[in-house]
């Protein structure tokens, strides 16, 4: 008898040290939410994501050279890429910070794809800004990697790249040529500007 009291004792003890650990790590990701949603809150300035030209529009390709930028403004790669079409589509998956009444959203900038290549076909982008230990290089030196810890801004990237863990407010937006007016022209720069607040993404002649 003595001896079941005490293994149901030890279940016990594992049991309440399991959740004392589940509360601390939900308060833990409540504060990380709570800093990140007071960041973007703050941020007034718009956010340049990449810059492009379209180099050729042939009748069956297009292409275009690609450049990547963190948070901080500071270059992270650059790359061209050729796709069948006349078209560029360029997606950003925008993940809502905070409550579901309030405004701010981080912008991770996915894939490019085109008018005749689907979005599940284009080029993923998230391994030209995935960093260290899998810490998305597009938050370095920037203000959210000062306001929340690299391990939940690495768990977030993880979620958005496996397509787990965002909630129906996050989304993906496109910006591509203009189909009322003229097309991107060629070798013309371009930005990609997001608005962290209202979580809207736009092409823009590009930010000198």
Same mark, same amino acid.
């Given at each position: 008898?003595?001896? $079941?009291?005490?293994?149901?004792?030890? $279940?016990?003890?594992?049991?309440?040290?399991?959740?004392?650990? %589940?509360?601390? @790590?939900?308060?833990?990701?409540?504060?990380?939410?709570?800093?990140?949603?007071?960041?973007?809150?703050?941020?007034?300035?718009?956010?340049?994501?990449?810059?492009?030209?379209?180099?050729?529009?042939?009748?069956?390709?297009? /292409?275009?050279?690609?450049?990547?930028?963190?948070?901080?403004?500071?270059?992270?790669?650059?790359? !061209?890429?050729?796709?069948?079409?006349?078209?560029?589509?360029?997606?950003? @998956?925008?993940?809502? !910070?905070?409550?579901? /009444?309030?405004?701010?959203?981080?912008?991770?900038?996915?894939?490019?794809?085109?008018?005749?290549?689907?979005? +599940?076909?284009?080029?993923?982008?998230?391994?030209?800004? !995935?960093?260290?230990?899998? %810490?998305?290089? $597009? %938050?370095?030196?920037?203000?959210?990697?000062?306001?929340?810890? !690299?391990?939940?801004?690495?768990?977030?990237?993880?979620?958005?790249?496996?397509?787990?863990?965002?909630?129906?407010?996050?989304?993906?937006?496109?910006? =591509?040529?203009? +189909?009322?007016?003229?097309? %991107?022209?060629?070798?013309?720069?371009?930005?990609?500007?997001? =608005?962290?607040?209202?979580?809207?993404?736009?092409?823009?002649?590009?930010?000198?």
């Amino acid at each position: 008898m003595k001896k $079941i009291l005490l293994f149901i004792s030890c $279940i016990l003890l594992v049991l309440i040290a399991t959740v004392v650990v %589940f509360q601390r @790590f939900g308060q833990s990701q409540q504060e990380q939410i709570r800093q990140l949603e007071t960041a973007i809150s703050s941020l007034k300035a718009d956010i340049r994501l990449a810059d492009f030209i379209i180099t050729s529009r042939e009748s069956e390709s297009v /292409s275009a050279d690609v450049i990547l930028y963190d948070y901080a403004g500071n270059r992270i790669c650059r790359f !061209t890429v050729t796709l069948p079409g006349t078209q560029l589509y360029f997606d950003v @998956f925008l993940v809502k !910070t905070g409550s579901a /009444s309030s405004d701010g959203y981080i912008a991770f900038p996915s894939r490019i794809y085109s008018d005749t290549v689907a979005p +599940v076909d284009g080029i993923l982008l998230y391994d030209y800004y !995935t960093a260290k230990d899998g %810490f998305p290089g $597009i %938050f370095s030196n920037s203000f959210l990697a000062e306001a929340v810890s !690299t391990e939940y801004l690495t768990e977030l990237f993880q979620k958005v790249r496996n397509g787990s863990g965002t909630d129906s407010s996050s989304f993906g937006s496109s910006v =591509h040529d203009p +189909v009322l007016l003229s097309r %991107f022209l060629l070798n013309r720069p371009y930005s990609i500007v997001y =608005h962290p607040q209202k979580g809207g993404v736009e092409v823009l002649e590009a930010m000198r």
